[in-house]
């Protein structure tokens, strides 16, 4: 079973930093863009950054400077790195994949989400 698996989420003081992963597995045959996205409570999803095969990257501007997404294709990896936390970026932090891969033996391309780690930003 293809799945996506997050982990590196938990409290952290305004300020300061942390750095998700977010790993894929199973029979995967390619993986295309990747991405991070958040939700806070009370809100709606919200696009965080966004990473293409080919290392392209984009970011909603509350986190340009702040943070930054990479990927290791030969891990399977995403990661996100994030710098000068502030309160607001108090969420639940959910990796997307855009997967080409099986599931037994039919062929599937499309989105995949992770399960989604939170990540506190208080004092």
């Known amino acids: 079973q293809v799945q996506l698996v997050e982990s590196g989420g938990g409290l952290v003081q305004p300020g300061g930093s942390l750095r998700l992963s977010c790993s894929a597995s199973g029979r995967i045959s390619s993986i295309h863009d990747m991405g991070w996205y958040r939700r806070a409570p009370g809100k709606q999803r919200e696009l965080v950054a966004t990473?293409?095969?080919?290392?392209?990257?984009t970011y909603v501007d509350s986190v340009k400077g702040r943070f930054t997404i990479s990927r290791d294709n030969a891990k399977k990896t995403v990661y996100l790195q994030m710098n000068s936390l502030k309160p607001e970026d108090t969420a639940v932090y959910y990796c997307?994949?855009?997967?080409?891969?099986?599931?037994?033996?039919?062929?599937?391309?499309?989105?995949?989400w992770g399960q989604g780690t939170q990540v506190t930003v208080s004092s």
């Open positions: 990473i293409t095969g080919g290392g392209r990257t």
């Open positions: 997307n994949a855009v997967l080409s891969y099986y599931n037994s033996s039919t062929y599937n391309y499309g989105p995949i």
